[in-house]
């Protein structure tokens, strides 16, 4: 199985500020894809960005960037002019198409919106 | 529309007592499915995955078993639960191509007592 390692168990951001949470994963392929979930305290898992590894470019969404380094194996996630909503846990995640679509997650982030 | 229905939302079982959570998609054909748990501390553990009838695949060997009876029905089962067996459970799908996300239910919170 692989590896997806989020060494940040917290963390907190003032509101309107930007927040970057930490992912690394371990493989030995070169064709994957990343995903940053995000799980509010109402359980329900959604996709936040996505991005593929053939792509240098990183993803963006709206408030939601991630900057990836394929060859250092780092995806992070970069949110700017945190908002309230955005409290939740964090979770990166790992796909390869090759093995059934098998996604792996990491332990997750708590991140907290101070006002 | 693609929908997943996940059940029961919460369910307390005594210790040797067989378990059976059900999870269903709608509005999709031949989808992989995934069992995960959710413990605290350690984020989504991959339990199974299957990626059409009958074909289950297991990442942990454990005290759970998964079974996929239908295209789009996936079932996790216990014959007998340990205390480790609670936790939070998801069950989620993906379309079968490359690159596609993962869609998850609302989850299970098993407590055995």
């Known amino acids: 199985a692989q590896t997806v390692t989020q060494s940040q168990p917290e963390m907190s951001v003032q509101e309107a500020e930007t927040v970057t949470l930490s992912c690394t994963y371990d493989t030995s392929e070169s064709d994957y894809y990343l995903f940053w979930y995000k799980q509010p305290p109402s359980r329900q898992m959604i996709l936040v960005i996505r991005?593929?590894?053939?792509?240098?470019q990183n993803a963006t969404e709206n408030r939601f960037s991630v900057n990836f380094q394929k060859a250092a194996k780092s995806f992070s996630l970069k949110i700017s002019d945190s908002q309230l909503g955005d409290a939740a846990m964090y979770f990166c995640?790992?796909?390869?198409?090759?093995?059934?679509?098998?996604?792996?997650f990491g332990t997750g982030t708590s991140l907290t919106v101070i006002p | 529309s693609q929908t997943i229905h996940q059940w029961p939302a919460t369910l307390v079982q005594p210790v040797g007592s067989p378990l059976s959570l059900e999870c269903t998609v709608e509005g999709t054909s031949n989808p992989n499915l995934y069992w995960y748990r959710q413990a605290a501390g350690r984020g989504l553990q991959l339990l199974f995955y299957?990626?059409?009838?009958?074909?289950i695949s297991s990442e942990v060997p454990q005290n759970l078993s998964a079974s996929r009876p239908q295209d789009r029905q996936f079932i996790l089962s216990s014959k007998k639960l340990l205390l480790s067996d609670s936790g939070f459970y998801l069950c989620a799908w993906s379309v079968d191509r490359d690159g596609t996300e993962a869609f998850f239910g609302q989850g299970t919170r098993l407590t055995v007592v």
């Open positions: 995640a790992y796909a390869e198409y090759y093995t059934g679509n098998q996604f792996y």
């Open positions: 991005q593929e590894a053939y792509k240098q």
């Open positions: 299957s990626v059409g009838i009958g074909q």
